[in-house]
């Protein structure tokens, strides 16, 4: 008997994911400039797997990402209860995206300062 060398049912990577090279980097590209693009197959044809092989390329390059199943989302309540608690799994990843951003604007400092109205002072606004 020939044993299947194919998963069904679930999401897979290496050794059950293979190829696609053209594909993932397309979908890593779209990603990387935060483009709409919408995947479009018969089911049971590896699009999830495949969507979330270029986020856990894009998390290796160190781009915050997160991933959710919609068949799984019945409801708005639904929704932010998933994209809550991805976003708590990922937030390592958000930091390191924040933490980059930093130092892009490491050299930017916050000043404040007061300029006088011509007539009045700060002394008259306190009665005296």
Request: some cysteine; glycine content about 8%.
């Amino acid at each position: 008997m020939i044993e299947n060398p194919f998963s069904y049912g679930k999401t897979v990577d290496v050794p059950y994911f293979y190829g696609r090279k053209k594909e993932l980097e397309e979908i890593k590209l779209s990603m990387r400039n935060a483009m709409n693009m919408i995947i479009y197959s018969p089911r049971r044809i590896g699009k999830s797997s495949l969507v979330i092989k270029a986020l856990r390329a894009l998390e290796a390059e160190g781009h915050p990402t997160v991933y959710i199943d919609f068949f799984n989302v019945t409801s708005r309540e639904k929704f932010i209860e998933l994209y809550a608690r991805e976003l708590m799994r990922g937030q390592s990843n958000w930091t390191k995206g924040l933490k980059w951003i930093q130092g892009l604007i490491r050299g930017i400092q916050p000043a404040c300062s007061t300029i006088p109205m011509p007539g009045t002072s700060f002394w008259e606004a306190s009665g005296t």
